[in-house]
């Protein structure tokens, strides 16, 4: 005997409009206030930039001698490592990583898009020094973080507007 499909249709219906109508799309590309720009490139930081910027925005990475409408200088990159707890023998038993950057963002020709801003990023690592490989697992943490550092960055960069000096 055959089960009566009307109830399932009636639910599928109810999903595929919930979805529909929770306003879900794809992330797409993202507006920046300029066309071009240049990034930095001599550290994974500055190169994954550069990436992300050329392939999810409107914007076009150029060398700086190209008269870019916006220049992203890296002001400074730094990894630290500090002790954030031990155990009753007074070994480390976790770490904590940092991972902080300075940037800005502006106009060759005068003006800011982002004036000097730091991001800090910190992610806590247990320690066991019968555990092998752990310097492995600190630098995944490390190349995770400099991945939510240039996310954190693109939406800074999407969110500028041009101040003019006075």
């Given at each position: 005997?055959?089960?009566?499909?009307?109830?399932?249709?009636?639910?599928?219906?109810?999903?595929?409009?919930?979805?529909?109508?929770?306003?879900?799309?794809?992330r797409?590309?993202?507006s920046?206030?300029?066309?071009?720009?240049?990034?930095?490139?001599?550290?994974?930081?500055?190169?994954?930039?550069?990436?992300?910027i050329?392939?999810?925005?409107n914007?076009?990475?150029?060398?700086?001698?190209?008269?870019?409408?916006?220049?992203?200088?890296?002001?400074?990159?730094?990894?630290?490592?500090?002790?954030?707890?031990?155990?009753?023998?007074?070994?480390?038993?976790?770490y904590?990583?940092?991972?902080?950057?300075?940037?800005?963002a502006?106009?060759?020709?005068?003006?800011?898009?982002?004036?000097?801003?730091?991001?800090?990023?910190?992610?806590?690592?247990t320690?066991?020094?019968?555990?092998?490989?752990?310097?492995?697992?600190?630098?995944?943490l490390?190349?995770?973080?400099?991945?939510?550092?240039?996310?954190?960055?693109m939406?800074?960069?999407?969110?500028?507007?041009?101040?003019?000096?006075?």
């Amino acid at each position: 005997m055959p089960r009566p499909r009307g109830p399932l249709l009636a639910l599928l219906a109810g999903v595929a409009l919930a979805v529909a109508g929770c306003g879900f799309q794809l992330r797409g590309t993202a507006s920046l206030p300029f066309d071009t720009i240049a990034v930095p490139v001599e550290t994974p930081l500055g190169t994954a930039l550069q990436r992300n910027i050329d392939a999810g925005t409107n914007a076009k990475v150029v060398p700086q001698n190209e008269n870019p409408e916006a220049i992203l200088s890296i002001l400074g990159e730094t990894r630290e490592k500090l002790i954030l707890s031990l155990n009753a023998q007074g070994r480390v038993r976790e770490y904590e990583l940092r991972y902080i950057v300075s940037f800005r963002a502006f106009a060759p020709k005068g003006g800011e898009y982002i004036p000097t801003d730091t991001i800090a990023l910190a992610r806590a690592i247990t320690f066991n020094d019968q555990v092998l490989a752990k310097e492995a697992e600190e630098e995944i943490l490390y190349a995770e973080m400099r991945s939510d550092m240039v996310q954190l960055i693109m939406r800074r960069l999407a969110a500028a507007k041009l101040v003019k000096p006075e």
